[in-house]
């Protein structure tokens, strides 16, 4: 579902996106979809940006549970969106 938020999920908000998804608490899996505004990008150099966030947010979520054990952290899937004349598509 994209709700077409601001990015939470930069290093210097990375607090905001947690505090955003706990007020989902049943929610199982949070996927972030980021787009590349460089189109011709190696497809290594996309994936560890990829690895970059995920591992940031990760690291966020960490922080959280340790503040408070109570909080069960969903799963991440972070993926590049591909952008064509009018189809989205994911790899």
């Given at each position: 579902m994209c709700w077409g938020l601001r990015p939470c999920w930069v290093s210097s908000s990375l607090d905001e996106g947690i505090r955003?998804?706990?007020l989902f608490q049943q929610l199982e899996?949070?996927?972030?979809?980021?787009?590349f505004l460089d189109y011709d990008s190696p497809a290594k150099a996309c994936k560890r940006e990829l690895e970059i966030i995920a591992a940031s947010i990760l690291s966020e979520m960490k922080l959280e549970k340790e503040r408070d054990p109570c909080w069960t952290s969903p799963n991440l899937r972070?993926?590049?969106s591909f952008s064509t004349s009018r189809n989205t598509y994911m790899s």
């Open positions: 955003f998804i706990r899996t949070l996927c972030i979809i980021v787009a972070v993926v590049r």
